[in-house]
């Protein structure tokens, strides 16, 4: 039964550690600081040794990682064998301090990033060096003119509120491009860039403009006519209305033409006050 259990017991031991092997992932020259810190994250559930760590590392690094630690894995220490495959991986691989902040002021670009993640990858070269508020206008200079415009407005929200912010008004510049490359019918089957495409979307947007602008204007005029046939109702009375207040059988009534032209008019139209006096 001791046996029994002995055996068990080692095949269990085997499917944790084949487990644990397939939770690394393999190392990342480019962040190697972060592949360190996921790494640790991912074994600490596990009692696992100086000597188990080493070995855990060691198994997923390439070729041209293990030229760089030869000396350690050749000639490993008697002791702290993790700590100082980890030191030589970092000194190898991660960038100083000098180059990381040089790298902030100068060597990135947007490119097909969103500007929140733009953010992300200039906070952590800055680290503790750069403050919010010149880490905002180091990072505002990599985004386009349009949304610089917007977000210089915006002097409330944090940094993070405005690269939510920044990301929304990249898709909704995208969407429009993608609108205008659908519309438009290019003589040869390379796509329009740089300011040919530019100058396609502010075209597009202008021809919005301009049917919202017209479609005001003919609202305008729809409200205006009733006015018009309004004023133009005098011109249609009856000529043979004088005066405010007579009425046709008063005394004094005038028709059209001797209201109009007196004792010189040819004609005349009943009931006239002038009728009988003239006949």
């Not at 190392?27 to 360190?36: D, E, I, S, V």
């Not at 855990?56 to 041209?64: H, K, S």
């Not at 205006?224 to 009425?247: E, L």
Request: aromatic letters at 6%; proline letters at 6%; one cysteine or more.
């Amino acid at each position: 039964m001791g046996e029994f259990d002995d055996a068990l017991t080692g095949q269990e031991k085997e499917v944790s550690a084949i487990s644990l092997q397939a939770k690394i992932p393999k190392f990342w020259r480019a962040q190697p600081r972060l592949w360190f810190a996921q790494f640790e994250a991912v074994i600490s559930p596990y009692k696992t040794s100086d000597e188990r760590k080493y070995n855990l590392v060691v198994a997923v690094l390439e070729r041209q990682d293990i030229e760089q630690v030869s000396d350690i894995i050749c000639k490993p220490p008697e002791s702290g064998r993790y700590n100082a495959l980890k030191s030589r991986l970092l000194s190898v691989y991660e960038e100083s301090e000098s180059r990381q902040f040089q790298k902030l002021l100068s060597g990135l670009e947007l490119g097909d990033q969103k500007p929140s993640q733009l953010l992300r990858v200039m906070r952590e070269l800055a680290g503790e060096k750069v403050q919010d508020n010149a880490l905002k206008i180091l990072w505002m200079g990599h985004l386009p003119s349009q949304v610089r415009a917007v977000l210089s407005v915006n002097t409330e929200s944090a940094l993070d509120t405005q690269a939510l912010m920044a990301d929304k008004m990249m898709e909704h510049t995208e969407h429009t491009i993608a609108e205008v490359n659908q519309s438009v019918c290019a003589p040869t089957p390379s796509t329009s860039t740089g300011p040919d495409l530019q100058f396609q979307v502010l075209t597009k947007q202008l021809e919005k403009l301009t049917l919202e602008i017209a479609a005001l204007r003919k609202e305008n005029v729809n409200h205006r006519r009733p006015f018009r046939r309004d004023h133009s109702r005098p011109r249609s009375q009856s000529r043979t209305r004088t005066g405010p207040g007579k009425k046709p059988g008063d005394p004094t009534w005038e028709c059209y033409y001797h209201h109009r032209f007196g004792h010189k008019a040819k004609k005349c139209e009943p009931p006239c006050a002038r009728r009988p006096s003239e006949n």
